[in-house]
T-cell receptor
């Protein structure tokens, strides 16, 4: 099983709303990632969790708040977003050791901020 | 600094072979990924190279030269469904940094 699942698939929210994106994997991967992707651009790294601890925050605004409740789950809490935050939000997971290091992406949540 | 370069667009013919190059200059290096991404979809993992040399996986092969900061993805027996963007990404410890991607067009 190489599946990463994400919910919801689509989300429309106003600038005053609070919502959460969810990601789940059961591959035993100990690294999980949030990326943001705008149209015709590559994925842009936001956060990395290694062994359930935040190891990288790429200077992301505090209106995005990640959470890793356990080794299988990753959340992204959203609050007071701006229209320019509209994008595809991708979750990914990978192993942390070994030669066959594969990173798998979930299908993404397409977020529209109105 | 981090710099990953790949051609913006390429065109090839169905049934042919195409090579997509990627050069990188990064502060650290722990491996290089290639991904395929169709429009509106998430990236799909194709390959990961950490040692120099060629890794073959069906119609797709990936090559790495660490001393030259260079990799390529080779696609053989091209099919129309191979029309997509191909993303080169470098792993630097916990970070994975993407190039801008190469949009590959396949002509019948």
């Amino acid at each position: 099983d190489t599946e990463v699942t994400q919910t919801p698939k689509h989300l429309v929210m106003g600038m005053t709303n609070k919502k959460s994106l969810k990601c789940e994997q059961h591959m035993g991967h100990r690294a999980m990632y949030w990326y943001k992707q705008k149209a015709k651009k590559p994925p842009e790294l936001m956060f990395v969790y290694s062994y359930e601890k935040l190891s990288i925050n790429e200077s992301v605004p505090s209106r995005f708040s990640p959470e890793c409740p356990n080794s299988s789950l990753l959340n992204l809490h959203l609050h007071a977003l701006q229209p320019e935050d509209s994008a595809l939000y991708l979750c990914a997971s990978s192993q942390l050791q070994g030669r066959h290091y594969e990173q798998y992406f979930g299908p993404g949540t397409r977020l529209t901020v109105t | 600094g981090q710099n990953i370069d790949q051609p913006t667009e390429m065109t090839a013919t169905e049934g042919a072979i195409v090579q997509i190059n990627c050069t990188y200059q990064t502060s650290g290096f722990n491996g290089l990924f290639w991904y395929q991404q169709h429009a509106g979809e998430a990236p799909t993992f194709l390959s990961y190279n950490v040692l120099d040399g060629l890794e073959e996986k069906g119609r797709f092969s990936s090559f790495l030269s660490r001393s030259k900061g260079y990799s390529y993805l080779l696609l053989k027996e091209l099919q129309m469904k191979d029309s997509a963007s191909y993303l080169c990404a470098v792993r630097d410890d916990d970070k994975i940094i993407f190039g801008k991607g190469t949009r590959l067009h396949i002509l019948p």
